[in-house]
């Protein structure tokens, strides 16, 4: 029976309609993606013209300043080989990681100060003299405080994922519906279930955004922590490399950054998409 | 069961000092709605409508006098006031099936009695088949629908409407309208409905109160005994119709301020 009336829910579509409807939401066309491609192809090309031919003529040193793509691939494979590259890949978003399980408590103090007036006048005041100070200001403090370590590491992108997230929350929660709110109080929602199970969720798309912010911020503040006070992690590789005018591992490294942030973003949207259907269908 | 009881109810807003005075949106407000009975309240926009409707469901206090239900006086929103929002105010995290199941699951009905009842709210409904599907997928005729289903799946001792079907099409309004008698006939229970619709007040009700231009007083309190389902071409209907027309029109030449009348006109 079910399955009838979804059948009549949806409607019986004919030939010419699924022909039209798929016409209509047709993929990327095989053009336009060749078109990325070709785009990336002549980057490369250009890359590797300058450094290979062009360079060497205007002085033969400058290619160890800027190599080409050719040399910048083997380096990588070299870091990939020894098994470098994946530790000190591991080493920072392990970082960052455990600096967001830390930040995580913005969502609980965020939802509290968007849900309580005098719990905002009781934070807010602090939170916002220390939110304009960028996270990397905090690094001098930070090595004094916890040397060397993964512990400073950690304190920087924190900070970097907090104030992103904990703005986002209160937003959030700020903009939920008033209407939501009656209508699960006179649903019989105690005020507890009004926070977690209306306020909460409502306010949750914010939230993910907020979480993204914070990641990414968070991101360039762990970078600019291992440049100056780690042991290991991409920032330290790129800075160690320059110590011994390694330009290419600088330059897998730089990739390697680059890559790893677009790869949380992304991963973070897709969890998102799954988890919220409806807040994506809504905002579209 | 559902005897809601407005006695001298008065609502005055503060203001918030220079050049926002209080405003007095409720003057002495008394009438009784009895057991299962149907009641509309009619008046122009401003006159204390939805500030009544939410003192009764608790969402806010009355500055002078009380509203009892049953005879004990209304304290914080619960589920024996159950409200019907003009924008449907749907979760919309939650599917059909979710948004029904809402209210049951607050009053930690069990999983399985839960689906039961919900699905057969939802049937009441006539939204058959589409107990897996958003809110955003839906047309505001179905999203009412939902939230119809979603207040009566508590069983409620009062069902309160403000404007349900205002944000509806003509069509869709007509076919909603109807099916509110249905569920009426079916699930008696008190119900209170805000509304500008005249003919929307008498094709529902038992009871329509008619108010004042603000600060809101009932005008007339109109017991409607005709059978249903009523057909607006009935003569009853008509007479009735043309004489709650005149009692509004009046509150027009009667109103204190004679421009602000006229630039609504
Ligand atoms: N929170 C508030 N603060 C101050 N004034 C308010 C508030 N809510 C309503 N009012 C005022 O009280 C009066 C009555 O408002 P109410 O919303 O109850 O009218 P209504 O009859 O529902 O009107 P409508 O038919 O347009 O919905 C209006 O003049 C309105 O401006
Ligand atoms: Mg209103």
Redesign the pocket.
């Known amino acids: 029976m079910s399955e009838l009336a979804t059948a009549r829910a949806t409607g019986a579509l004919s030939p010419e309609e699924l022909a039209a409807l798929h016409a209509q939401h047709r993929p990327p066309g095989l053009f336009q993606r060749a078109a990325r491609l070709v785009g990336l192809l002549l980057f490369f090309g250009l890359w590797e013209l300058m450094s290979v031919v062009i360079l060497p003529r205007i002085d033969p040193n400058l290619v160890t300043l800027m190599p080409p793509p050719t040399s910048v691939l083997a380096g990588a494979w070299e870091l990939i080989q020894s098994g470098d590259l994946f530790k000190h890949f591991k080493a920072s978003l392990q970082r960052e990681a455990v600096a967001f399980l830390y930040a995580s408590a913005a969502i609980p103090i965020g939802i509290v100060m968007g849900w309580s007036r005098t719990a905002q006048h009781l934070l807010e005041p602090v939170f916002e003299m220390l939110r304009p100070i960028p996270p990397i200001a905090w690094i001098p403090l930070a090595i004094l405080w916890f040397g060397i370590s993964d512990l400073q590491n950690q304190f920087i992108i924190f900070l970097g994922i907090f104030f992103p997230l904990l703005i986002n929350t209160i937003a959030g929660v700020k903009n939920v519906e008033p209407n939501l709110i009656r209508a699960a109080r006179c649903l019989g929602a105690s005020e507890l279930d009004v926070l977690v199970r209306v306020v909460f969720r409502a306010a949750l798309p914010q939230i993910v955004t907020g979480v993204r912010v914070g990641l990414g911020v968070g991101w360039m503040a762990l970078v600019a922590a291992e440049l100056v006070g780690a042991t290991s992690g991409l920032g330290w590789l790129i800075s160690d490399a320059r110590s011994v005018l390694r330009t290419d591992i600088i330059l897998v490294g730089m990739i390697s950054i680059g890559l790893a942030g677009l790869l949380i973003d992304q991963g973070l949207r897709w969890v998102a998409k799954k988890l919220l259907p409806w807040s994506l269908a809504m905002t579209r | 069961m559902g005897v809601l009881d407005v006695r001298s109810v008065v609502?005055i807003?503060?203001?918030h000092g220079a050049g926002d005075d209080p405003?007095k949106?409720?003057a002495d407000v008394s009438f009784t709605v009895r057991e299962n009975e149907f009641c509309s309240i009619l008046?122009?926009?401003?006159?204390?409508?939805?500030?009544?409707?939410?003192i009764m469901a608790g969402f806010?206090a009355a500055t002078l006098g009380e509203i009892t239900l049953d005879g004990r006086p209304i304290g914080k929103p619960g589920w024996e006031r159950a409200m019907i929002f003009q924008d449907y105010a749907l979760f919309p995290w939650l599917t059909v099936l979710g948004n029904v199941g809402f209210g049951l699951d607050m009053k930690r009905v069990p999983a399985a009695e839960r689906e039961a009842i919900a699905k057969r709210q939802i049937a009441l409904v006539g939204l058959n088949g589409f107990e897996h599907r958003y809110p955003h997928q839906l047309s505001g005729g179905m999203r009412q629908r939902v939230a119809i289903a979603r207040a009566l799946a508590v069983d409620p001792s009062v069902l309160l409407m403000?404007?349900p079907f205002a944000a509806l099409d003509a069509q869709n309004r007509s076919m909603l309208q109807d099916e509110m008698v249905r569920i009426f006939m079916e699930q008696r229970k008190t119900m209170v409905l805000?509304t500008?619709s005249i003919e929307e007040a008498i094709k529902l009700s038992d009871r329509i109160i008619v108010?004042t231009r603000?600060p809101?007083r009932v005008k007339a309190d109109i017991e409607v005994r005709m059978s249903r389902p009523r057909a607006e071409e009935d003569p009853e209907f008509v007479a009735l119709k043309a004489r709650i027309r005149d009692l509004i029109h009046d509150e027009f030449d009667l109103s204190e301020a004679p421009a602000a009348a006229a630039a609504t006109r």
């Not at chain 2, 008046?43 to 939410?54: A, D, E, R």
């Open positions: 609502k807003y503060p203001g405003v949106a409720l008046g122009h926009s401003g006159c204390g409508k939805t500030t009544l409707l939410n806010d403000d404007e805000v500008h108010m603000r809101g």
